[in-house]
């Protein structure tokens, strides 16, 4: 069978799509690896944890609980909401994906900033919505113009807060300033995947937000703060219109037997969860300080990771730091996102980026 006829059987759209490009591991040449392209925990997950991993590995040849009611009935005590606001899918993604198939058509549109989570296009190409990309301000979302981007057409709008790939944030005035200006018909997704790492007050708590307005929904991860990425589990907070549309388009058994347990047996340890994370935080501050001391352009982040805008140099920048073992995660012509992993791994990447720079003194500034 010729690769044309082939082609007869899928859509065009196809055609235009790149698929996912997960964050690589980089090897220098005495054998040291240091990932920090995928934000990634860098701690091994508790070992309360690991005991329910374990267990529930034993039940593998049993489908799991489609419903993940036990998941369900954890996150709902451990954020005050109502189970019915609740649902759950592989990873905060596949809840992003749950919900622009819940909302795609061709014709309908999906308005996001750019650069924000490298995922959003592709999914929304695959919902049959047309994306409609609004560009930063200051490394951060401009939501002014979201809001002058909203149509008759548009069905949902995403905001990253904090924002991937940068680490920017929108503080409560102007994002319930925003809020007020979209419309009823078009639903905002907040997508709060690093939430945990946030210590800036002014930046507000979608889950109180969401309470009085219908249209809003929150995304949060197991992924990051959690340190389950490997397991794949996220889950939204809505009013019940919109939970339940979302798992209506949920992939049976999604979230798989495994991953349930190992979620409620985080949020039990979660105490001792967020000890980590303020350990992850103390991390970020100390790089960006250093970044910033060694005269790098580094924008404030309430993330896992910094963002460094390097333009045309991104790729060499990122060729350097695989060079010494570090992955990091580059857009080309944009920048580098670099996880915060362990002070190791940080070490090694700030003494890359300190040579790189010093070997650039003659070129225009970073």
């Known amino acids: 069978m010729g690769s ?17 490009q997960p964050g690589r591991t980089a090897v220098s040449p005495d054998g040291r690896s240091y990932k920090l392209s995928s934000n990634e925990s860098p701690y091994d997950p508790l070992p309360s944890v690991v005991e329910a991993i374990a267990a529930a ?8 609980d489609n419903g993940a009611t036990g998941l369900t009935a954890a996150i709902a005590r451990r954020f005050e909401v109502p189970t ?19 909302v795609g058509e061709p014709g309908s549109e999906v308005v996001y900033a750019w650069r924000s989570f490298e995922a959003y296009p592709l999914l929304a190409d695959l919902a049959a919505a047309t994306s409609v ?30 924002n991937n790939p940068t680490g920017t944030v929108v503080g409560e005035p102007e994002l319930s300033a925003f809020l007020d200006r979209v419309p009823s018909h078009v639903l905002v997704v907040l997508d709060e995947a690093y939430r945990e790492y946030v210590r800036d007050p002014a930046v ?17 991860t197991f992924s990051k703060a959690y340190g389950l990425a490997g397991l794949r589990v996220g889950f939204m907070v809505a009013h019940p219109q919109v939970a339940g549309a979302v798992r209506k ?17 985080s949020l039990a340890a979660e105490d001792e969860l967020l000890k980590r994370v303020e350990a992850v935080v103390a991390e970020r501050t100390r790089v960006r300080e250093s970044l910033l001391a060694d005269g790098w352009a580094v924008p404030p982040t309430e993330a896992n990771f910094v963002w460094l805008r390097l333009g045309e140099r991104t790729v060499d920048f990122a060729a350097a730091c695989a060079e010494a073992g570090v992955s990091v995660r580059p857009f080309p012509g944009e920048g580098a996102r670099v996880s915060i992993g362990s002070p190791e791994a940080n070490d090694i990447f700030l003494a890359v980026a300190k040579g790189y720079r010093r070997r650039k003194q003659a070129a225009p500034a970073l």
């Open 4 to 20: 044309e006829q082939a082609a007869r059987y899928f859509r065009g759209v196809l055609d235009t799509i790149a698929a996912y």
């Open 57 to 64: 590995a034993r039940e593998a040849n049993r489908y799991p």
């Open 84 to 102: 019915d606001h609740i649902a759950v899918g592989c990873g905060s993604v596949g809840v992003t994906q749950q919900l622009l198939e819940a």
């Open 133 to 162: 990309r609004v560009p930063l301000h200051d490394e951060t979302h401009d939501l002014d113009a979201l809001a002058s981007a909203i149509t008759e057409r548009t069905r949902l709008v995403l905001v990253c807060n904090p």
């Open 204 to 220: 507000p708590d979608g889950l109180e937000l969401y309470r009085e307005r219908p249209n809003l929904a929150v995304l949060r």
């Open 249 to 265: 388009t949920m992939l049976p058994f999604a979230v798989n037997h495994i991953a349930q347990a190992a979620a409620v047996a």
